[in-house]
């Protein structure tokens, strides 16, 4: 099972606190920037946690 983002609480990198420090965080660009919010790329993520411990919103769980 991959990371999950929660959009109740992802509002969007544009809106984002840490301006999709998910992203920026992710060493395997398993999160992509679409259309102003992220997405996993299940097959690119391991599941390391980065994004999960780094998101200000508590948006990322795995």
Known sequence: MVVTIYVEKCNGIDACPGNGLCIDVCNLD?????????????????????????????????
């Not at 946690?49 to 795995?62: T, W």
């Open 30 to 62: 398993a999160i992509e920037n679409i259309n102003g919010r992220p997405v996993i790329i299940e097959e690119a993520c391991t599941e390391c946690g980065l994004c999960v411990m780094n998101c200000p919103n508590e948006a990322l769980s795995k």
